[in-house]
């Protein structure tokens, strides 16, 4: 594997980030400084916490685009209950089971009706959103308690709480697709479904449960958010899906499914936390900071494509199964 | 059937997780407790220096709701140019779409760069509290301006009307131009608007003086901020008071409505509209003498202001205390009201002499 380091795209995502990182220590005032490192770190939370199950979405070839809206859905959750007067250890339970029945719905129109993820999860999108205001309205419920908003922000060191959470999950998440036999699996199906059918994958359960886990994460994020920023609305997140999937296909994982890995997904929230923060610091006009996004975007979906292209060509004995 | 046990597995989660915390916990009425307390007066550490002068080249930032918005291009440029006055250094920044929580990075960022001062138009005024008070904790001042924050979140509020100036400044715009008399209608946008109905409570209470005796309000149809249903609600009017004499509809989307309706009708000039509205939205109305005069506050005044005030607590002039007087140029001397608000004035009438010295 090392050898193959810098040919791989995650090598490449690790060598950007180093060298952003070094560039805007030097050049940004401000960026290389704890509380800054802080800032930075939780800003991402929320994008790296649902990007760990949307790695594993995506390298089984499906799709989440409703996470966003799951998390607002989940928000809009919590504010009503504590509006109707539940303690607030009983509505985070909650808004995690919401999340997890988003989810399994994606997950049955997915693998029961056999719907293309894409097709459903965009319907989905809508539908928790619209679902998040039917609950809550345009109201924002903000009197939560200060022992948790304080939680959401605390740090140790330069480091929130919230990323060590994230670092813990994205542990679990990176040993069940990197170690385990369903972490297989989940390559295997993502590759070539049907041939992973025939030896014995239960696809559909899988992906079942991925969608499910999707969904738990969305509404975990969304409790890391309605506490850091004290306020719990229907609008919360709105646009969040974007980032999450770009971070995952910037991570290298293929957008066609098995084939990806989890540290280059969290380089790659972490590449594009980086860049924002950095850009904003040094008084970059948001449209430009927009348009870097979307370069890097299009890049990262292009750029694995031609690289593999180039692989084939340049050693086509070594290219073992076919990708893409 | 494999697909029966995940929904079991799943139940049994949610009762587990259930049962676990149904007992005990924090709740509403909890915090509620919690907060009834009087909470601290903002910490005003140093006293303020009414002499005290402006500190050379303050470093100001304008945080908008969004940027490329013209009401706040004509807010921030007018306080951009406010610090030049004053020789400090103004710039604004913002996030690109309007959402609650995209301006905490930037105040974060703000932070970073060591600004004097902080001036912000809030999406939500909790979200951005916790970085605010954080900002304010690193010495920046923090000036809140059009949508004001949790005021645990600022120094100063500039409001840039207050409920009763728009309500009463609406009424005495139509009498004007009707002559004091005749029948008149309100379009109003939903019948439980908080503004709106704020606002018209003060209509009423003006029309009650004596000098409005021969002016009847007869009726307040609502428009839903509809464009659709504004305007056939203006032509429902018309249709039950074809001697109506004016309409004030205090909702830009009412009033445009209205306006459109009225230019192409016979009653156009002779039925008078007035109510607030942008300059943009109206301009043709006004000059094809659909509409005399319409009124809103003028944003290139407060952002002006807002800087000014900005500059004024970054250099102890003031602390945000009651009563306090400071000098925002060209717009003269303001006092500091209850709250730490600072209130702009009286509106801006909006008329054909005017119109095109305005671009939002």
Known sequence: MPRDLVRRWEGLIFVLLVAVVLWASVSVDGFANPSNVSFLLLDTTEIALMALTMTLVVVAAEIDLSVASTLGLSCAVLGWLWNAGLPIEAIMPICLLAGALCGALNGLLVTRLGLPSLAVTIGTFALYRGLAYVILGDQAVADLPSAYTGLATQTLGPIPLVTILVAVLAVVAGTVLHATGVGRSIFALGANEEAAYFSGVRVKRIKFWLFVASGACAALASLVYTFRYASARADNGVGLELAVVAAVLLGGVSIFGGRGTLPGVLMAVLLLGVVRNALILADVANEVLNFVTGLLLVASVLAPNLGAAWRRRSSPQKEGKSVS | ?360
């Open chain 2, 1 to 360: 059937m494999t697909t029966r046990t995940p929904w079991r597995r799943m139940a049994l989660v949610a009762g587990l997780a259930l049962m676990a915390t149904a007992c005990g916990g924090t709740t509403k009425s909890d915090v509620a407790q919690q907060t009834s307390a009087p909470a601290a007066a903002p910490a005003s550490s140093a006293a303020a220096d009414p002499n005290a002068p402006i500190k050379q080249g303050l470093r100001i930032a304008f945080l908008p709701k969004q940027v490329n918005n013209p009401y706040f291009t004509t807010a921030n440029t007018q306080g951009i140019a406010a610090t030049e006055e004053f020789g400090g250094e103004g710039k604004e920044v913002g996030p690109s779409e309007a959402s609650a929580s995209s301006q905490v990075s930037y105040i974060n960022t703000l932070i970073q760069q060591k600004q004097d001062a902080i001036v912000i138009s809030a999406n939500d005024p909790n979200a951005v509290v916790p970085a605010l008070k954080q900002a304010r904790a690193a010495g920046i001042k923090v000036v809140s301006y059009d949508s004001d924050t949790a005021p645990e979140g600022r120094d100063i509020f500039v409001n840039q009307a207050s409920a009763e100036d728009l309500g009463r400044t609406q009424v005495q715009l139509l009498a004007e131009q009707i002559g004091r008399k005749g029948k008149i209608a309100i379009l109003s946008a939903t019948p439980n608007a908080t503004n709106q109905n704020t606002w018209i409570d003060f209509m009423k209470d003006e029309l009650g003086k004596p000098e409005y005796k021969d002016m009847e309000l007869v009726k307040i149809a609502y428009g839903n901020d509809d464009d659709q249903k504004s305007f056939t609600e203006t032509q429902g009017l018309l249709r039950s008071y074809p001697d109506l004499a004016g309409i004030i509809s205090p909702t830009t989307v009412g009033i445009a409505a209205a306006a459109r309706y009225l230019s192409d009708s016979p009653h156009k000039g002779k039925v008078k509209l007035t109510g607030l509205g942008t300059p943009n939205q109206l301009r043709q109305f006004v000059k094809d003498g659909t509409i005399e005069g319409f009124e809103l506050w003028n944003p290139g005044d407060l952002g002006y202001l807002a800087g000014y005030a900005a500059a004024a607590l970054a250099s102890g002039q003031i602390t945000g205390a009651e009563g306090e007087k400071f000098k925002a140029g060209k717009l003269g001397e303001y006092t500091v009201g209850a709250d730490g608000e600072v209130l702009l004035g009286k509106p801006t009438v909006f008329n054909k002499d005017n119109i095109d010295d305005f671009d939002f």
